[in-house]
Nanobody
Framework: QVQLVESGGGLVQAGGSLRLSCAASGSIFSINDMDWFRQAPGKQRELVAGITKGGSTNYADSVKGRFTISRDNAKKTVYLQMNSLKPEDTAVYYC???????????????WGQGTQVTVSS
């Protein structure tokens, strides 16, 4: 059983910073892409940032220059450093990972339970 556990959410004033973490555990052979998604009330879940196993990154236009995604493969952990936060960043943030459970190439998708980020104006 694979679990993704997020931490680091909370309440912050506009212009402030937060750092989210997501640690994977369980019987894992390797982890390919790891991503952060978010979902605001009444809106669809959207991709915020992603990082490949090799460290290549991509970002939503709305967070470029403010958010930084990184990962520690040895710790099976992905991070999201969020700076210059805006009220429109308020959402539940979800960790997402493509995981290989064995040496074959099959991938399984896992989601974390979500962590609330609230930015006050």
């Amino acid at each position: 059983q694979v679990q993704l556990v997020e931490s680091g959410g909370g309440l912050v004033q506009a212009g402030g910073s937060l750092r989210l973490s997501c640690a994977a555990s369980g019987s894992i052979f390797s982890i390919n892409d790891m991503d952060w998604f978010r979902q605001a009330p009444g809106k669809q879940r959207e991709l915020v940032a992603g990082i490949t196993k090799g460290g290549s990154t991509n970002y939503a236009d709305s967070v470029k220059g403010r958010f930084t995604i990184s990962r520690d493969n040895a710790k099976k952990t992905v991070y999201l450093q969020m700076n210059s936060l805006k009220p429109e960043d308020t959402a539940v943030y979800y960790c997402h990972a493509r995981v290989r459970l064995t040496a074959d190439l099959r991938e399984y998708i896992y989601w974390g339970q979500g962590t609330q980020v609230t930015v006050s104006s």
